[in-house]
Structure formats: structure tokens, C-alpha cells
């Protein structure tokens, strides 16, 4: 397997200097913290809804397979794990909790499930990224997926019915190019796409508004065929 060996504190540098908007130093590898990395997807629903939401730590389902060494004959890297701060799970969480809680879909985030409260369920799938050479150049690429399931209110004999069952998934990819951007940045891009994908789907469904008819989405997870994880920190 080929992977990224710069140090991540040099790497994380050289991703900053490339981004025309980063105007602070900040050279914090996490993604839920620094804003040079990730920015909240600017979500804010028109119907606030009035139950209580407990979002569950994120799972991470990463399964670690072999990756492709080269293609047609040129290396691939891919981003590893080692280079972030923080288990890239918990940083997902993170960022999901706020962007949760800043849409105004619930009337709260809670710690810890009330009976009335819809629970989420966080599940990371895919957090992988690389850049591929070739002859004129090199293409840099990035996959995210989560997979979220929701359940509702505690019925009287304290179960929980699903709701919504889906993974939300993005794949970016650059142009071939003599100085692509870095597979870091595409992986926050990716993920900005998932979080916006994720809050209108929570948004359309209804079912944090216990006087609108909800419109469950339980179904199987998508699949993201070819698509390996980076080996998990």
C-alpha cells in the first residue's frame, strides 16, 4: 500500500499555503476545529421543528482493503489517518452535532435520549483520498460517505422505530494538473457536500416536527462499490 509520508505537520502547512482564503496560521489538523479546513455547510431550515434530537457518537465502519498501488504503471498515495489530530470519526461526530444544532431542525440537542427525542445515528463509511500521477500531471481524488439512521420517539414499550436509514456520499476529483489541490482539502469539500445532502434529507422528512406527517426514509445504506478505507488511526 502507498501512502502519504510527509510528516503532517509540513504536509498540513503546504495545504494551507495552497488555499487563497486561508489569512491565519492556524495549522491544527483537525477539520471540526479549524476553519481553514472545513466551514459549516450555511444550512437553516424554515420550519423549525419542536422535538428534542440526541445525536449518538460516530461509529467508525471504515473496513481497511488493499488499494491499487499504481496505475497503468504510474504510484497512487492516498491520505491516511495519521495525519489528522484527532480519530477521524470523532471529528465527523463533531462536525455533525453543530451542524445539527445550528439548522434549527430540533428544538434541542440533548447528551443523552429523552423519550420524545429522535436519535441519530452516525455511521462513517468512507474517508478516503489520493492523488494518482500520470504523464502530464496529477489528479487528486476524494470519497466521503456516511451512513445515518434516525429513530423516533420511545413507544410505549420503549422501542424505537426507524425512521430514516441512508448514506449520504460525495466523490471529488481535480483535473489532471502539474499542482492539483491537496486530497486533504477535497476530503473537507466532501464532506461539506455530505452535511448539506444530510440536513435537507432531514429537513424534507419531517421527522423533527411531531405535528407534520413524518416521510420515512428507511432503506438499504447505498453501497460505494470500489471504494476502500485508509487504514483507521
Known sequence: MV????????????????????????YTADFATNENLYVD???????????????????????ATPLPANERGFPITYTNDEFWERPV?????????RQVEHSDLFVELAEQPTAQAIVLKPTLVTFLGG????????????????????????????????LLDQTFTSKQASPTDLNPPSPYKLLCRGLQQVMARTLNTLDGSNIARSNVPANPVAAPPTSVAGVPAAPAR
Do not use: K, W
Open 89 to 97: 470519526a470523532a471529528m465527523v461526530g463533531d462536525v455533525l452535532r
Open 3 to 26: 501512502r502519504m509520508a510527509t510528516h503532517p505537520r509540513r504536509l498540513l502547512a503546504a495545504v494551507l499555503l495552497a488555499l487563497p482564503a486561508c489569512n491565519t496560521a492556524d
Open 131 to 162: 492523488s494518482a500521477e500520470s504523464i502530464s500531471g496529477r489528479r487528486a481524488f476524494a470519497d466521503v460517505a456516511l451512513r445515518l439512521q434516525a429513530y423516533g420517539p420511545q413507544g410505549p414499550d420503549g422501542s424505537r422505530a426507524l
Open 41 to 63: 455547510v450555511p444550512f437553516t431550515t424554515a420550519l423549525p421543528g419542536d422535538r428534542p434530537v440526541c445525536v449518538t457518537p460516530t461509529n467508525d465502519g471504515r473496513v
